[in-house]
């Protein structure tokens, strides 16, 4: 359930972790299950932004938030990451 900490940026990870070859036989939480409603803060970003700021959240949610699945969005809308490949 740690994938959680990475709030609305999980999409973004799972989705690199599948593009670089990893599947559902390596990590069951690879599924096709998206939330393309967060689609747009990854709007502009390059590969590296958006791991930069998946890892700062990520960082930054485990340590203070203690793997709660609500996090916010950059522009502070409160986000519910919820997996349905990992739940």
Same mark, same amino acid.
């Given at each position: 359930? *740690? ?8 999409? $973004?990870? #799972? ?6 070859? *990893? =599947? #559902?036989? @390596?990590? +069951?939480i690879?599924? =096709?299950?998206?939330?393309? &409603?967060?689609?747009?803060?990854? +709007?502009?970003? &390059? /590969?590296?932004?958006? =791991?930069?700021?998946?890892?700062? $959240? @990520?960082?930054? $949610? /485990? *340590? $203070?938030?203690?793997?709660n699945? /609500? +996090? *916010? /969005? ?5 986000? @519910?990451?919820?997996? @349905?490949d990992?739940?």
């Amino acid at each position: 359930m *740690f994938y959680r900490n990475f709030g609305p940026w999980w999409w $973004h990870v #799972k989705s690199e972790l599948k593009r670089n070859g *990893f =599947d #559902k036989e @390596q990590l +069951s939480i690879l599924g =096709d299950y998206t939330d393309e &409603s967060v689609d747009y803060i990854y +709007s502009g970003l &390059s /590969t590296k932004q958006k =791991d930069d700021e998946a890892f700062e $959240h @990520q960082w930054n $949610h /485990t *340590f $203070h938030k203690y793997n709660n699945n /609500t +996090s *916010f /969005t950059p522009d502070g809308e409160v986000y @519910q990451v919820l997996d @349905q490949d990992a739940e």
